[in-house]
């Protein structure tokens, strides 16, 4: 296709450089003619003169290779020749050598920078293979910007293919805004400016295809709108229903809240009632410990005083007891001092007349018989009694003038004697003496309150009185 509209072009140019050269303007006939044998034998003399568009024509038909055998090298060569001379033709061609790599190797840099040149020269050809160069990324960064404002600049000059790419855009969305509609308008164009009838089946087959499109989109459209009003209506129906929960929740929580403030009041007013049966409770117990401790205080008191009373009347009753005790004690120790007194007075009475009826007899007898038995008997010794244990109330024996006036006086050293024997040796159950024949001596007289007859007095009787012990003898008195 780019082919036959160079050549078109061309056959433009040389109608136009034909009244110019009339050898190139025979050459452009051949040409038209299909006679490429003598076109290229009146190319060539031109060519080698410096004639661009001859230059230009040597490169096509090497290109083509009609004629004369294909040769990319020598083409681009001729090319070269050509697009330095400034022909936007052979300019385009050169970058599609090096764009495809035929006959030099493949170089996207350069050939940018020949379709950049020959584009600004116009050349629709060369504005769309920049545009195809930025949509590939080929020699320069891909921007689908740069791809829509070459297509576009193509075009505007009526080129087809330009007309299909940019209906491309638009219909991608390349370097623009998606629109279907504005891409059937351009694929329109193309139909009508396509320079055959297959580029214009083809065109029309893209547009049916967008127009398809544009109902599926359509319906898809219709639908994804059905779906989003679904789904609106869904999501109404869940905002409603989201709107319902949450204020039930809050219903809920607004009750357990009111709930938990009546519960909190309940509680509180509960605390203040229990503190208060506390606090009554403490009091009524202080108040009855403290009646408690009053009575057990009064009690106390009361026990104390009673006892001090029982104390007091008891301490007077010992006091009475023992001046009782003490006032016997003395009267019996009265009597026995008195009747120690007469017994001692009696002995000694008794013994001295003893004494003086053996001393009698003893003389009697020594006169009549010096061997009687009587002069040799053996003086019984009195022991005396075995001391025992000491005792609670000694009595002891005072001495007192016999009344007795027979009775001899008696000596005062054997009363302190019998006293001193009464004070240093209790003596305890010794038995009756026999006075009748022997001497009998009083022996200190161990006397309790049993003996005494003295016991506890009991709910406050006096003491009772018993009989006073008999005194008991030994016989002989107690030496020191």
Not at 59 to 78: E, F, H, M, N, P
Not at 162 to 183: D, F, P, V
Request: net charge positive; aromatic share 4%; with cysteine.
């Amino acid at each position: 296709m780019h082919i036959l509209f160079a050549f078109l072009l061309l056959i433009a140019c040389s109608s136009q450089a034909a009244t110019d050269n009339p050898q190139r303007a025979e050459a452009l006939r051949a040409q038209e003619a299909g006679d490429y044998a003598r076109a290229a034998s009146l190319f060539l003399p031109l060519a080698e003169k410096g004639d661009a568009i001859a230059q230009y024509n040597m490169g096509l038909l090497y290109t083509q290779g009609r004629v004369i055998l294909q040769d990319y090298r020598i083409a681009l060569q001729w090319y070269l020749a050509a697009a330095e001379q400034g022909h936007p033709e052979a300019q385009n061609k050169l970058g599609e050598l090096y764009a495809s790599g035929k006959g030099v190797a493949q170089d996207f840099k350069k050939a940018m920078n020949w379709f950049l040149l020959s584009a600004k020269q116009g050349n629709a050809t060369a504005q769309l293979h920049i545009g195809d160069m930025y949509a590939e990324g080929q020699g320069v960064p891909q921007d689908y910007r740069e791809v829509f404002k070459w297509y576009q600049s193509a075009a505007k000059q009526g080129d087809a293919v330009a007309h299909a790419r940019l209906a491309e855009c638009y219909e991608k969305g390349l370097g623009t805004a998606q629109n279907s509609k504005i891409a059937i308008d351009w694929l329109n164009t193309a139909i009508t400016n396509a320079p055959d009838m297959n580029q214009r089946n083809a065109y029309t087959a893209r547009r049916d295809e967008i127009a398809q499109g544009i109902d599926s989109r359509k319906l898809a459209a219709e639908q994804k709108l059905a779906r989003e009003e679904a789904d609106r209506v869904k999501a109404a129906e869940a905002v409603r229903a989201e709107a319902e929960r949450i204020a039930t929740e809050k219903a809920a929580i607004a009750q357990a809240a009111e709930q938990a403030r009546q519960k909190a009041a309940a509680d509180a007013a509960l605390e203040v009632q229990i503190a208060a049966y506390k606090q009554a409770a403490a009091e009524e117990k202080a108040a009855r410990l403290l009646a408690q401790q009053e009575e057990k205080a009064a009690k106390l008191k009361a026990q104390q005083e009673a006892k001090a009373e029982r104390d007091a009347a008891r301490a007077n009753q010992k006091i009475n007891h023992a001046n009782s005790i003490k006032a016997r004690e003395d009267q019996r120790r009265a009597e026995i001092n008195a009747e120690v007194a007469r017994h001692r007075a009696e002995d000694i009475a008794r013994h001295k007349k003893t004494n003086d009826s053996m001393a009698t007899r003893k003389t009697a007898k020594k006169d009549e018989d010096p061997d009687h038995p009587l002069l040799n008997e053996e003086k019984t010794v009195i022991k005396p009694a075995t001391a025992k244990k000491p005792i609670r109330h000694a009595v002891t024996s005072e001495p007192q003038n016999d009344t007795n006036p027979e009775s001899e006086p008696v000596p005062q050293a054997v009363v302190q004697k019998a006293e001193s024997k009464l004070h240093d040796i209790p003596v305890k159950n010794i038995k009756k003496a026999d006075v009748k024949n022997k001497p009998r001596y009083p022996a200190r007289i161990e006397l309790t309150d049993e003996e005494l007859g003295v016991r506890e007095p009991q709910n406050g009787d006096e003491p009772a009185k018993t009989p006073v012990k008999k005194i008991e003898w030994s016989k002989k008195p107690a030496t020191p």
